[in-house]
Nanobody
Framework: QVQLVESGGGLVQAGGSLRISCAAS????????MGWFRQAPGKEREFVAA???????????FYADSVKGRFTISGDNAKKTVTLQMNNLKPEDTAVYYC?????????????????WGQGTQVTVSS
């Protein structure tokens, strides 16, 4: 079993930046993917960004269209950590951000395909 713990959530003004991180602990796995989802009140949980180390070319990153150019995901394969740098934040980015991991290194925008989930961290962007 793997446990995921997020940190770094908080309140920021529109146009500002915030950095959130996720650390995995427990049983390790050779190839995996880690990512971020978010869920705003009254909305479904949606894919934000992910990184996978299953490919031969190294880490591959993927982003939702709504955050491309503003958010950057990075990770440490050995330490099993992932960080989401969020720049030029908008009020619509306000949500609970959840860290997720896939033990087989597969990335999907569907929440049900991911194996492990963190408890979430609140990100609030004020106008």
């Amino acid at each position: 079993q793997v446990q995921l713990v997020e940190s770094g959530g908080g309140l920021v003004q529109a146009g500002g930046s915030l950095r959130i991180s996720c650390a995995a602990s427990g049983r390790t796995f050779g190839r995996y993917a880690m990512g971020w989802f978010r869920q705003a009140p009254g909305k479904e949980r949606e894919f934000v960004a992910a990184i996978s180390w299953s490919g031969s070319s190294g880490g591959s990153t993927f982003y939702a269209d709504s955050v491309k150019g503003r958010f950057t995901i990075s990770g440490d394969n050995a330490k099993k950590t992932v960080t989401l740098q969020m720049n030029n934040l908008k009020p619509e980015d306000t949500a609970v951000y959840y860290c997720a991991a896939d033990k087989r290194g597969h990335i999907s925008s569907a929440t049900m395909t991911w194996d492990y989930w963190g408890q979430g961290t609140q990100v609030t962007v004020s106008s």
